[in-house]
């Protein structure tokens, strides 16, 4: 159990994007110590600029829960901006290889911005804190870069999921074009993307998650999403034992079938805004995605696909 007085704690899902990662978001969120938040480093932009929908079915200007964290934030931190925020991340935050090695060098935490992006980036997980009085913040962000500023806030306890997905499953969720559908969860028009660039994203996000995770030691863990969706009982132990958290009382309502609820959430996959989610295996890729796809995700990604175990003649478990 936590208590008011435990150190923050913040159990962050590292990987590429369209790896699965609001199913497991939601199941933790569940847990009654936590709370989920969603893809955490769009909420600036998602929800306090754009006023996109919140799971909760309103837009993030009616939703409670986000206006007392905006308001809490804004308290906490004199002259603080939404703007200003989304200048700091579009600066720390944006996924470029480049920047991620440039943040190997300590000299660059020493910076004035990087002080007030830190500083302000800890409050925000503060006041989550505060308005949901729980001490275990789950946030999918995902990007790698953003975890290593994480590991970077005095007094926060990080744990890191790192959650892969085959880069065949990935490349065919991003070949899927989607329209808009604002109360859908569908913000703007998702574009195809060939599969040679959702594979080159997967690798390379794949290679810094990887990174970040054998560095968190025993507060790490690698999760297939396949193995997590057909024995999330036994993942949810593994998950539970690298983030401190007793899951049994998750893995309980599992298999008694329950579904479990969205937390509020203004970011992420449009599955949230059903409100609650099922595990279900969706093997959709092996069926869908064309021979010459197929070919062009193994001979980029073939490679860290191996040491993830996945084999080249995939069939459904
Ligand atoms: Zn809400």
Redesign the pocket.
């Known amino acids: 159990m936590t208590t008011s007085t435990s150190p923050l704690r913040i159990i962050y899902i590292v990987g590429a994007g369209r790896s699965g990662s609001t199913v497991l978001d939601t199941v933790l969120g569940n847990h009654p110590d936590a709370v989920s938040v969603g893809e955490l480093s769009n909420l600036h932009r998602s929800g306090w600029v754009n006023n996109e929908f919140?799971?909760?079915?309103?837009p993030?200007d009616g939703?409670?829960?986000?206006n007392e964290v905006r308001n809490a934030w804004l308290n906490a931190n004199r002259g603080a901006d939404v703007e200003d925020y989304l200048a700091m991340q579009a600066r720390f935050e944006r996924f470029r290889p480049a920047a991620m090695w440039r943040t190997e060098a300590s000299s660059l935490f020493r910076t004035a911005a990087a002080r007030r992006y830190l500083a302000q980036t800890g409050s925000l997980y503060e006041s989550i804190a505060a308005v949901s009085r729980r001490r275990v913040i789950v946030d999918s962000s995902k990007t790698p870069l953003r975890a290593r500023w994480l590991a970077r806030l005095p007094g926060v306890d990080l744990r890191l999921v790192h959650l892969v997905r085959d880069s065949r499953a990935v490349a065919w969720s991003r070949k899927k074009s989607l329209a808009r559908d604002l109360e859908g969860g569908v913000q703007h028009d998702l574009a195809s993307r060939p599969a040679w660039y959702s594979v080159v994203y997967w690798t390379v996000s794949n290679l810094f998650a990887a990174r970040l995770r054998r560095r968190a030691g025993d507060r790490g863990v690698l999760v297939r999403y396949e193995d997590f969706v057909s024995d999330p009982a036994g993942e949810l132990v593994r998950i539970g034992d690298a983030c401190g958290l007793d899951c049994g009382g998750l893995v309980r309502a599992l298999e008694s079938g329950e579904s479990f609820s969205v937390?509020?959430?203004?970011a992420g996959n449009r599955l949230r805004m059903a409100g609650q989610v099922r595990l279900k295996p969706d093997w959709d890729w092996i069926e869908q995605l064309s021979e010459s796809d197929r070919r062009t995700c193994w001979r980029l990604s073939g490679w860290l696909m191996k040491r993830y175990d996945y084999p080249q003649q995939a069939k459904a478990a």
């Open positions: 919140c799971a909760c079915g309103e993030a939703c409670e829960f986000w937390g509020h959430t203004v």
